[in-house]
């Protein structure tokens, strides 16, 4: 760009320095593949940090989803309960595997998915199902639930067995909601997983976030709060579960001395030089995630005395967010520009933002698809801006990101 100074990026990998260690014992014992050591060491290590029973590493966290709805069972027909608002990597798995997204849009206080939507949603999605296959099939599934006893009034249970799982995201590292979104999946019986891509590190009632569901998933692509060039985990604390995955993502191979296959596999391992970067980077998670939250005080002190210019706080004692990337909301009837106005102005002086995620209700290739919406996740995608937040930026970067800021809003300091 034009302005002659450093590009400052919205989030760079930040080594650790102890990643050559692994990777040279790797290459020292010639384990170049997708098992050994650093794969299981990692495995151990993520699993001890998160306190979950058993962590399978994957080759990303679009295959850790990807293959938690394989273990699911998801069939083509079967409804998934996606956010909206999110990546198109937490929803693009369910289209593979035939089955149907529904979207349900954010809660203002969380920015995540709202539990009254949600359970909307899944009535909605029965009667959704009832009008496709005529009142016959309705009914009869009615009168063969009401002899079981069942654990909604409102909806049959045997309609909610179309829905496979429900998939929350902690955004930006941002918790959901648990409480209300396990409460509503108990009641009707439908598992979660948690989308943790973002918010490793990340607590809700001091659990840590990607332990809640019946899986969880992580990703360590480039941008992420740690990385490992590319690559993702499978968490859950049922270990036959994590051991099934482990089979499918090494292409499903039965115990033979040939090549034997009774199942469809996977290519989806986690390679044990990637692993022997991701140990490097798990020995700084907790530095890493002190450093996201003082860049996002910082931002905070320094700008939100702007008016229209507004931060998402944790919304009550029990969020605690690792602060993956400092997001603001810029209300253009307040402050005369939006929020490409300020994002094109910071480019200019070689500053990277990028808008909030645009939510996958508005998306083309999703248009088709139910949605249960508020409003909420569109009016953040208009108003929102990510704001460079890589633990390895230095007060001086930061302080040329608030200069411009400031004087975009026609605010001094
Ligand atoms: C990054 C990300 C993913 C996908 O992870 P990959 O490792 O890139 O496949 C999924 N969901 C969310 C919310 C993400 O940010």
Same mark, same amino acid.
């Given at each position: 760009?034009?302005?002659?100074?450093?590009?400052?990026?919205?989030? &760079?990998?930040?080594? @650790?320095?102890?990643?050559?260690?692994? /990777?040279?014992?790797?290459?020292?014992?010639?384990?170049?593949?997708?098992?050994?050591?650093?794969?299981?060491?990692?495995?151990?290590?993520?699993?001890?940090?998160?306190?979950?029973?058993?962590?399978?590493?994957?080759?990303?966290? !679009?295959?850790?989803?990807?293959?938690?709805?394989?273990?699911?069972?998801?069939?083509?027909?079967?409804?998934?309960?996606?956010?909206?608002?999110?990546?198109?990597?937490?929803?693009?798995?369910?289209?593979?595997?035939?089955?149907?997204?529904?979207?349900?849009?954010?809660?203002?206080?969380?920015?995540?998915?709202?539990?009254?939507?949600?359970?909307?949603?899944?009535?909605?999605?029965?009667? +959704?199902?009832?009008?496709?296959?005529?009142?016959?099939?309705?009914?009869?599934?009615? %009168?063969?639930?009401?002899?079981?006893? &069942?654990?909604?009034? &409102?909806?049959?249970?045997?309609?909610?067995?179309?829905?496979?799982?429900?998939?929350?995201?902690?955004?930006?590292?941002?918790?959901? $909601?648990? %409480?209300?979104?396990?409460?509503?999946?108990?009641?009707?019986?439908?598992?979660?997983?948690?989308? *943790?891509?973002?918010?490793?590190?990340?607590?809700?009632?001091?659990?840590?976030?990607?332990?809640?569901?019946?899986?969880?998933?992580?990703?360590? $692509?480039?941008?992420?709060?740690?990385?490992? @060039?590319?690559?993702?985990?499978?968490?859950?604390?049922?270990? +036959?579960?994590?051991?099934?995955?482990?089979?499918? !993502?090494?292409?499903?191979?039965?115990?033979?001395?040939?090549?034997?296959?009774?199942?469809?596999?996977?290519?989806?391992?986690?390679?044990?030089?990637?692993?022997?970067?991701?140990?490097?980077?798990?020995?700084? /998670?907790?530095?890493?995630?002190?450093?996201?939250?003082?860049?996002?005080?910082?931002?905070?002190?320094?700008?939100? %005395?702007?008016?229209?210019?507004?931060?998402?706080?944790?919304?009550?004692?029990?969020?605690?967010?690792?602060?993956?990337?400092?997001?603001?909301?810029?209300?253009?009837? /307040?402050?005369?520009?939006?929020? +490409?106005?300020?994002?094109?102005?910071?480019?200019?002086? $070689?500053?990277?933002?990028?808008?909030?995620?645009?939510?996958?209700?508005?998306?083309?290739?999703?248009?088709?698809?139910? *949605?249960?919406?508020?409003?909420?996740?569109?009016?953040?995608?208009?108003?929102?801006?990510?704001?460079?937040?890589?633990?390895?930026?230095?007060?001086?970067?930061? &302080?040329?990101?608030?200069?411009?800021?400031?004087?975009?809003?026609? +605010?001094?300091?």
């Amino acid at each position: 760009m034009s302005s002659g100074k450093k590009r400052i990026y919205l989030s &760079s990998p930040h080594m @650790s320095g102890h990643e050559m260690k692994y /990777i040279e014992e790797a290459f020292r014992d010639n384990w170049i593949a997708p098992l050994g050591p650093n794969v299981d060491g990692f495995e151990k290590e993520l699993a001890a940090y998160l306190g979950a029973k058993d962590v399978a590493a994957l080759s990303s966290g !679009s295959a850790a989803i990807h293959l938690a709805l394989v273990l699911l069972d998801v069939q083509p027909g079967d409804y998934v309960i996606v956010q909206s608002f999110t990546f198109g990597a937490t929803a693009f798995p369910v289209r593979y595997l035939g089955a149907t997204p529904v979207f349900v849009d954010s809660e203002p206080g969380t920015w995540n998915m709202d539990p009254v939507l949600l359970e909307k949603a899944i009535i909605g999605i029965s009667g +959704e199902y009832a009008r496709k296959h005529g009142d016959e099939e309705t009914k009869r599934q009615r %009168d063969k639930e009401t002899k079981r006893k &069942s654990r909604s009034p &409102s909806v049959p249970q045997s309609l909610c067995h179309l829905i496979k799982a429900i998939i929350p995201v902690h955004l930006y590292g941002m918790p959901s $909601n648990m %409480d209300e979104i396990l409460r509503i999946a108990t009641k009707y019986g439908i598992p979660v997983i948690e989308d *943790a891509a973002e918010a490793l590190g990340s607590r809700y009632n001091g659990k840590m976030c990607g332990t809640f569901g019946k899986f969880g998933i992580l990703s360590f $692509n480039g941008n992420k709060i740690i990385t490992t @060039s590319g690559g993702g985990a499978l968490v859950s604390d049922d270990e +036959e579960l994590i051991s099934r995955a482990r089979f499918l !993502s090494t292409q499903a191979r039965d115990p033979a001395p040939h090549y034997q296959h009774s199942q469809i596999g996977y290519n989806y391992r986690m390679s044990n030089i990637v692993a022997g970067i991701g140990r490097g980077q798990l020995e700084v /998670i907790e530095e890493r995630v002190t450093a996201r939250r003082k860049i996002f005080e910082f931002y905070k002190s320094n700008l939100s %005395d702007i008016k229209g210019v507004s931060f998402i706080d944790e919304p009550g004692q029990e969020y605690f967010s690792n602060r993956w990337l400092t997001t603001i909301l810029i209300d253009p009837e /307040i402050t005369g520009c939006n929020r +490409e106005d300020v994002r094109i102005a910071l480019e200019k002086e $070689n500053i990277e933002t990028r808008p909030l995620w645009k939510p996958m209700h508005l998306q083309p290739v999703f248009r088709d698809c139910l *949605a249960f919406v508020n409003g909420t996740s569109e009016d953040l995608f208009n108003k929102g801006l990510c704001l460079p937040s890589g633990s390895s930026l230095r007060e001086e970067e930061l &302080s040329r990101v608030v200069k411009v800021l400031r004087r975009v809003f026609g +605010e001094m300091a």
